[in-house]
Each structure stands twice: as C-alpha cells, then as structure tokens.
C-alpha cells in the first residue's frame, strides 16, 4: 500500500487531505501536514532554499516527493531528474509540470548518465535507513556523480529526544523506524536514520569523503553539502 502516495493524491485533487499519521519507534504518534509537499517557494524554510541555491549542473532530485524542489528548480532553468518510489507521487509530479520525474529505487538504480548534484531534501538521506546503509550509499554515490559533483541534504541531531527514555544500547541512536497511517490504513513499518554533525563528518572521512556543514537551524536541523576527496 502506498499510504503517502495516497494522502499526496487526496491534495492533489482537492487541495485537502485527511490527517495522516506517523507511527514511530520512539514516541507518541506524530501527525504529518501533507500540505508540506506542495509548498512553493516563499513557504520553504531557509535551510532548503540554501540547497537549491547550492544546486548546480544535472541535479538527481532523490526521494522528490510531490516535486516542489524540483519545479523550482526547473523555473532556475537547471536541469533535474525527480525521482521517486511511489507511482502516485510520480504521476503528480507529471501533472504539476515536472518533466522529468521518474519511478526508481535509489538503491536500484543504474545509471547510464552521472549528475553534478544528488539532492536530498526534507531529511531524505534519512531513506538509507542505518548508519551501515548511509555508509553503502555513500559507496555507490560515486559511481552516480561526474568529477567535482556534490551530495546536498539535511539530517538532524535527534539525541534531545532521549531526554526521558534510555539511548539504545546496541544500535547508532539516530536510526529509528516509522509507519504511515492514512484513512484507517497503516503501512509497513520502514527504517529511517537521522545523523548527528559528528557521526557524519567521522563516517564521510573514512568513505572518501569531504564534508562542510553549510548551515543549521534553530530545529537542530542542518544542511551538508559532501565533495569526493
């Protein structure tokens, strides 16, 4: 069941959706305004304006969603590719006037062209699930990249929300699960990773790569931007 790819169409066509829950590993159900994946430019919060400022030649536009970053984009006249697993969500983006939004796995993918920027936003990276997977990922995003090319996404510290319960004894505490819930239909529970500043910079230096935080928020949120050494 595509539970966000579902929530997504009911704004799409009506420019209203039911609530949609989002179950967690962690905490207390969590409620995600739909609303987030059609905003325009004058609603994104400055660390995504930053990466699409940041964004520069071909842009991979990973896990696009709705395609907001992506429109934008395409009215800079950059080139970008969305890409996305959710049918639904594709289709919109065709309907909204992405021109080139795609239906693929990041980690299935094979490409035949590279790109100058792979772009993650509203802690896309966070689809690599643990620390080991963001560690693969950062393998297999070379191949994805053309000489001088660049990985922009923002993550967050989320250590504040082990203020009342134990971290975790046997696993990296930013990896969490989550499941989606929408019109009394839950999904399947998926893992997710948020990475603290100083796990990223240890575990990109041992990769290959460089790393410069480009700036955070008052949300422990930030922005990096990653280089091939």
């Not at 070379?142 to 009342?164: N, R, V």
């Not at 100083?198 to 990653?226: P, R």
């Amino acid at each position: 069941m595509d539970i966000l790819g579902e929530a997504l169409q009911d704004h799409f066509n009506t420019g209203t959706a039911e609530t949609l829950w989002v179950h967690n590993s962690y905490g207390e159900d969590e409620v995600m305004p739909v609303d987030l994946f059609f905003r325009d430019e004058t609603e994104m919060p400055e660390l995504e304006l930053k990466a699409l400022e940041l964004c520069r030649g071909r842009v991979l536009d990973i896990g696009a969603g709705a395609g907001s970053h992506a429109l934008i984009l395409q009215q800079r006249n950059i080139a970008v590719t969305a890409l996305d697993i959710s049918t639904t969500a594709v289709a919109i983006m065709k309907k909204r006037g992405v021109t080139d939004a795609v239906e693929k796995n990041i980690f299935e993918l094979e490409l035949n062209d590279t790109y100058d920027t792979l772009l993650f936003m509203m802690n896309g990276i966070g689809v690599t699930g643990t620390i080991a997977g963001f560690k693969a990922f950062l393998k297999k995003a070379k191949t994805y990249l053309k000489p001088g090319g660049q990985l922009l996404f923002d993550s967050s510290d989320i250590s504040y929300l082990y203020q009342e319960i134990q971290f975790p004894a046997n696993a990296y505490f930013g990896e969490v699960a989550f499941a989606y819930e929408y019109k009394q239909k839950r999904g399947k529970w998926f893992k997710w990773v948020y990475i603290d500043q100083q796990t990223l910079k240890n575990v990109a230096a041992a990769a290959g790569w460089n790393s410069h935080i480009v700036m955070e928020d008052d949300n422990d949120q930030y922005l990096a931007q990653l280089t091939l050494k």
